[in-house]
């Protein structure tokens, strides 16, 4: 019974998904085009990777606001690596080690400060910004040679690049979720941390690692940011945390811990990326954009809240 | 699970079978974009509204459009990128950072757009590889030097000045601080104690010259590279009950500023005539697509505005 | 207890149906004024279908309800209560940071001023109503503070704040000791003798007599029978199961072997003050105590759930650390504990994610988990316990309160450990599969691990264990050894009277 609202859900995002893109498709001709949704892919990919890191958090009963000023301090230690003429994997290593490094320190913040995730991570909010901040002087670092640029505009079969990032991390991220121990306990911490610690999970251990892995993510999507604007700026990716827990809870994973996954994350990634194109096609105003957004993002936990709560 | 599939399939063969479909002829007017930094300033909404006339007296169609937050650089090159998809004739552009927008220049050109600078200029070294019609916008620097002259005048030489700066890495407000700063070269009594960033915003610039009114309380003058920065300036000084005694320098010329100079609140500031930018703007734009020359670059003038001349409406 | 001529409640013809099960066919019930009337069933013989409908929960598909012979539809909770039905639910209905009274008035509060509440006249109704039942609980408690047995007088005062006719108590002794039994009893008699009439729906056979005048058995979701009460234990027990069960318990076939496990001294805070024991393969000891004892906080120390701040443990005469729960599952040590609900499962996993969860390690290489091997664990275990569930992979929220013990029960059991401590292995499980865990934990014992079996039920204490430890304010009592126990001589000891 459970599995089944659970499939329902997933195919209740699917549908408003391709409902959205019908209803475009028809408003404009420009929406359903090869290279149109090549570019709205493409446009998604940074957040829907934060958003992967995200779920994670969120299923384990936790939530992150720092990963906006993770990608800007992830950025500029990139950045910052290329600058000083290191190899290109050496510099996207030094990248993906601050993330995942920051990332512990809210892990810990949150399992052995006994801090709620939600004052921890906004303090790291403050503090990674503040860091990224220092370490460039305010001014943001740009510049970098072709090779690094083909992160974000290398294209194989006319796909750009920064989808098959996406993709792999989604893989992965899946894989993770649905096989592998860690999974497992990402999800029993969510649903039931006490009883999870009784069984003899190291609850401290696994939940530090889970903000490590929204630290990793955020470092990855700092890389497609910087090779897309050929510049890593200490004020990027303000408000990012919003977009990325948007996109998971639209896609159905509940904000309470427990349940959910990456299937629905990377659809309500696709349904901001697509609305905010398909907005910008219409020429609609700002103005309207923002009020749009924040519709469909209520709409949608309506309805998620609404099918979770019909009991026979 | 099964139905769920079958129904994913299903949408996706019918989405794939409609892209096939080639997007109907274009309209018969032509079509040009203008994608400012934010419209939370009046200096973007005046730039808009010349934008708005030139267009309706040029028969054009015109876009309008914003990211939601200035600081959002990657959702500007979003926006440019779905205009270059919604096939847009020509696009005006006020670029949210001068090096990470010129990606976005660089796919108009591969899209065979053309591209109009505005108000803020792209990054010379990094815009190398990228075409653009022309900038128009105003000398910032000459902006800076004149409010840095109107300092040394007004102050007779002595001054302790707090300077709020915008978003690190903008053309605008590096040019404007370069301006001022060489101006007060020449009267070695005018002293900068402070330079912090207030990200252009009316809120921070009330923060942080909060904060500096502390750090130094000998301060005297106050200049911020824009009006929004400069009138939260001004409600710091009020609720610190030292209006008057702090002289507040601007820059935009915004209607709030002008009544703050008339009110006393306020110096001086620097008008720039954003609406004739605008203007500007998409006339050059729509030359360039209908193939006439366009000059590289086009100056919007700038003047110096004080309790004599800041009435709004005495400037064109 | 006057006899009406219209009864309190009358249900007749009731009958629902959920997805793949018919909960209840054709039911019918009576509650006379001023009755206490029994409800017995199996898990999913339809006792809680019944209850829901008639606090309103849950609309029924056939039938009629009359109350004071009017009838009545129940389609809202708010309407059973208008009506005059008021429930209490085995997991309360009480906001735990609010206090007695506040809790009790809740939604109807007496305000001096719109929106202003008047705490003065709550707190004194609130006496006034915990008064009528004989409880002293200060209304300004928070309820947080109080004990089970507490809060669950608060319940029953909110329900009489509400005027009501007709009380439906869900196991309402399920968490409460000896003493707290009888308050509660002495409770609802001062509110039968006002005529209200209450639905008793109880697994514990044994106490059932002391408090219900009649008795009505439901069965695979039909009325089977009513009768009056006090009626011969197996006679009921043949009713609900429609099977003969000879013996309550199994008998003791199995032998003491080497000491497995020793205590020594362990003290935690004020409810364990130092407690020594030994425990030896093959045996089973009880743990009997009154609540508050120190029973729980026990077995929280020797499964790791809780750090022991004084004293020792040994197992295999080698000393033992355990500084958390991982220590002792790994030492063989299983804890099954009290609350299964908050501390035993997690709710949006499957059952096989839940059973398998304390040694993914085992069942997993390289970080990632061996399905099958989990599914098989999983089956076995479903089929050992006769777990009622589609399959393996249904989440655990879906079964029934009983169905949910049994997952929590074979997640432990299937560690095998050479220690298990239970802490109220049957409690909320019905009478059948009650019987297959006694059977379960013998066969264990027999296979040579040891066990600690802690119970608030003394039938059950006295029928299983071969030792019996007696706790009083976190320490040992007394200690018997089955032959000389007694029913008396146990609550005597956990009463903290001299022998």
Known sequence: ?312 | MRLIRLATLVLAAAAVAACNRAPGPAAARPRVALVLKTVNNPFFIDMQRGAEQAATDLNVDLVVQAAERETDVDRQMQIVENLIQARVGAIALTPSGSRELVPAVGKANAAGIPVVVVDTRLDKQAAAGVKTVTFVGSDNYRGGQIIGEYLVSASGGHARAVVLEGIPGHETGDSRLRGFRDAIKSAPGVVVVASQPANWERDQGFTVFQNLMQAHPDADTVFACNDMMALGAVEAIAAAGKTGKIRVLGFDAIDDARRAILDGRMAATVAQFPDRMGRQAIESAVKALRGEPVPAEIGVPIELVTRTNAAPGSVK | MAEASIPLLDVRGVSKRFPGVQALDDVRFELRQGEVHVLLGENGAGKSTLMKILSGACARDAGIVRIDGRACALSSPREAQQAGISTIYQEFNLVSHLTAADNIFLGREARRMPGIVNRRTQRRDARHLLGALGSSIDPDARVADLTVAEQQMVEVAKALSLDAKILIMDEPTSALTESEIEQLFAAIRRLTARGVGVIYISHRLEELSRIGDRATVLRDGRYVATLPLPAPIPDLVRLMANRDIAQHYPPRTRTRGEMILEVRDVARGTRLRGVSFTLHRGEILGVAGLLGAGRTELARVIGGADRAERGQLLLGGRPLAVRAPSDAIHAGIGLVPEDRKRHGFVAACSVAANVALPQLVRLSRAGVVDRARERALATRWIEHLRIKTPGPSTSVSALSGGNQQKVVLAKWLALGAGVLIVDEPTRGIDVAARMEIYQLLDRLAVDGAGILMISSDLPEVLGMSDRILVMHQGRVAAEFDHREATHEGVLHAALGLAS
């Open chain 1, 1 to 312: 019974m459970a599995a089944l609202r659970a499939s329902g859900r997933r195919l209740g995002t699917v549908v408003g998904l391709v409902g959205l893109c019908l209803l475009l498709s028809a408003l404009t001709p420009y929406f359903l085009t090869v290279s149109n949704l090549l570019n709205v892919l493409e446009q998604t990919a940074i957040n829907a990777v934060i958003a992967a890191g995200m779920t994670f958090v969120i299923i384990s009963g936790g939530i992150d606001l720092s990963v906006g000023s993770l990608v800007a301090l992830a950025g500029v230690v990139l950045a910052l690596c290329l600058q000083a003429q290191a190899p290109l994997v050496v510099a996207i290593a030094a990248a993906c080690a601050a993330g995942a490094a920051f990332g512990m320190l809210n892990g810990l913040a949150i399992t052995w400060g006994r801090l709620p995730p939600f004052i921890a991570t906004l303090g790291m909010m403050s503090i990674a910004r503040g860091c990224a901040l220092l370490f460039t002087g305010g001014r943001p670092v740009s510049g970098f040679d072709v090779d690094f640029r083909h992160v974000a505009t290398g294209r194989f079969l006319r796909v750009p690049a920064p989808v098959f990032i996406t993709l792999a991390v989604y893989l992965l991220g899946r894989f993770v979720l649905a096989e592998t121990r860690f999974g497992r306990y990402v999800y029993a911490m969510g649903g039931n941390e006490e009883a999870t610690r009784l069984s003899g999970v190291n609850v401290r251990l696994h939940k530090t690692m889970v903000y490590a892995v929204s630290g990793l993510a955020s470092a990855i999507a700092a890389v497609v940011l910087t090779a897309r604007l050929n510049s890593a700026q200490p004020i990027a990716g303000i408000m990012y945390e919003l977009d990325a827990i948007a996109a998971t809870v639209i896609g159905g994973t509940s904000l309470m811990g427990g349940e959910g996954g990456l299937g629905g994350t990377i659809v309500g990634a696709l349904i901001m990326g697509v609305l905010r194109n398909g907005l910008n096609l219409l020429g609609v105003s700002s103005f309207v954009q923002q009020i749009v957004i924040g519709l469909v993002i209520v709409f949608a936990v309506v309805i998620d809240t609404s099918l979770k709560s019909r009991r026979p």
